[in-house]
């Protein structure tokens, strides 16, 4: 059974940081791309940021280009993303997921080519 759990979530005035951690359970996380998505009230789920299996290349969101840095440590099973200079807007959930398919399978961040979903950590930022 796959379990994706994020954590790292909270309250932060614009301007602070966060740093969003993810594990993943179930699968070979070490062969397999990983992303960050969120959700905000109203909107539909975009892709925020994503990493292939091996770390590189990874992409992102024109949005957070320059704030937020996905990483990966496959040792520990653990996927990463630090968020910089935060604005009320990046306020939403936060998803992790994985998206199966080999070691070369490039990541996305279309969500509808994921396939393994946390339940999300909120992120909410003041202004």
């Known amino acids: 059974q796959v379990q994706v759990v994020e954590s790292g979530g909270g309250l932060v005035q614009a301007g602070g940081s966060l740093r969003l951690s993810c594990t993943a359970s179930?699968?070979?996380?070490?062969?397999?791309?990983m992303g960050w998505f969120r959700q905000a009230p109203g909107k539909e789920r975009e892709g925020v940021s994503c990493?292939?299996?091996?770390?590189?290349?990874?992409y992102a969101t024109d949005s957070v280009k320059g704030r937020f840095t996905i990483s990966r440590d496959n040792a520990k099973n653990t996927l990463y993303l630090q968020m910089n200079s935060l604005k009320p807007e990046d306020t939403a959930m936060y998803y992790c997921?994985?998206?199966?398919?080999?070691?070369?399978?490039?990541?996305?961040?279309?969500?509808?080519?994921?396939?393994?979903w946390g339940q999300g950590t909120q992120v909410t930022v003041s202004s």
């Open positions: 997921a994985a998206r199966v398919g080999g070691p070369w399978y490039p990541c996305s961040l279309d969500p509808a080519r994921t396939n393994y």
């Open positions: 990493i292939s299996a091996s770390g590189t290349p990874t």
């Open positions: 179930g699968l070979s996380f070490a062969n397999n791309a």
